[in-house]
């Protein structure tokens, strides 16, 4: 059974920096685009990155500037580095895959003094 298990997250202090991972189990696709979501409470599940299985990559604009997102097809993991974090970046974040469509059990992540 494919799955996708999430790892990285925690707390962290403003200014802080985590690098989230995504390891995928199963037949997953080197070519799938995979990507990195969050939600925070009382709001909606918003996508932050994407990546191709080329490594070609897009990011929102939230994301944009501080938030890198790489893979390394060997190991059938997508990484999400958070820079500058600051307290509004708290969520829970997810990984994702396109093919097959699939979501991971999210992280948390918490940017608190």
């Known amino acids: 059974q494919v799955q996708l298990v999430e790892s990285g997250g925690g707390l962290v202090q403003p200014g802080g920096s985590l690098r989230l991972s995504c390891a995928a189990s199963?037949?997953?696709?080197?070519?799938?685009?995979m990507g990195w979501y969050r939600q925070a409470p009382g709001k909606e599940r918003e996508l932050l990155a994407l990546?191709?299985?080329?490594?070609?990559?897009d990011y929102a604009h939230s994301a944009k500037g501080r938030f890198v997102i790489s893979r390394d097809n060997a190991r059938n993991t997508v990484y999400l580095q958070l820079n500058s974090l600051k307290t509004e970046d708290t969520a829970v974040y997810y990984c994702?895959?396109?093919?097959?469509?699939?979501w991971g059990q999210g992280t948390q992540v918490t940017v608190s003094s």
């Open positions: 990546i191709s299985g080329g490594g070609d990559t």
């Open positions: 994702w895959n396109s093919v097959p469509q699939l």
């Open positions: 199963g037949n997953i696709l080197r070519s799938s685009t």
